[in-house]
């Protein structure tokens, strides 16, 4: 099993004070209870049309109205505001937010990203990834570094459907921090213990070192 508190913990370290960012649904949404002790004027934004989402609801807080795009109910921070899904959408593609965090299904060593679909499975639609990892100025992708199987989901190349080529700029997994530089792959960080050939062993993708 992935530790995935090593993910959320270490995702919550690229949040930084004053940022306007849109956490993607399921895990990414976890990362900002992690980072709002330390950060401050942090916007987080929901394409389905709210700016300044606060913590989850307690039993009390609970507005069945009131919910981020993962239909996840939530509660509104102060001074936030609510417009539509088209002002939404045009904060995203305009270039307004300056962080996205998103998970993922695989990401391949030039930065392409799978997150949206599995074949043959029914999906509701891709959402606002494929607006996200073209309008946000960093995109930054959390997910388990191998499958149930134990098959690596870093890859040469993705093989689910593709929510854009080129689009991460930092991947975090459970195993390693990677960054990507002009469609090249570089392993900047080793986390929870893990050891380079451990890494290697369990990664599809090339990359070169780069440690910080």
């Known amino acids: 099993m992935a530790d995935r508190s090593v993910i959320i913990k270490r995702a919550a370290e690229e ?10 649904i399921g895990m990414p949404t976890l990362v900002a209870n992690e980072a709002n002790d330390r950060v401050e004027n942090v916007f987080y934004q929901s394409e389905n049309g709210l700016l300044g989402i606060g913590p989850y609801p307690t039993e009390e807080e609970v507005d069945a109205d009131l919910i981020n795009a993962g239909k996840e109910t939530v509660t509104a921070a102060k001074g936030a505001v609510y417009f539509d899904s088209a002002e939404s959408f045009g904060m995203i593609r305009g270039g307004h937010i300056d962080l996205a965090i998103l998970g993922g299904m695989e990401v391949s060593q030039s930065g392409d990203l799978a997150n949206w679909m599995i074949p043959k499975k029914l999906v509701k639609g891709m959402g606002g990834a ?11 992708v959390v997910m388990e570094h191998m499958n149930k199987h134990g098959e690596s989901k870093v890859k040469k190349e993705c093989s689910l459907p593709l929510t854009g080529k080129q689009v991460v700029n930092k991947l975090i ?4 921090v990677f960054e990507f530089v002009d469609g090249k792959m570089y392993l900047t960080e080793l986390l929870n213990g893990t050891t380079e050939e451990y890494l290697k062993e369990h990664t599809e993708a090339s990359y070169e070192i780069n440690f910080k």
């Open 130 to 140: 494929m607006d996200l990892v073209h309008g946000a100025k960093e995109v930054i």
């Open 173 to 176: 997994t459970d195993l390693a």
């Open 15 to 24: 949040i930084k004070s004053n940022m306007y960012i849109n956490l993607g």
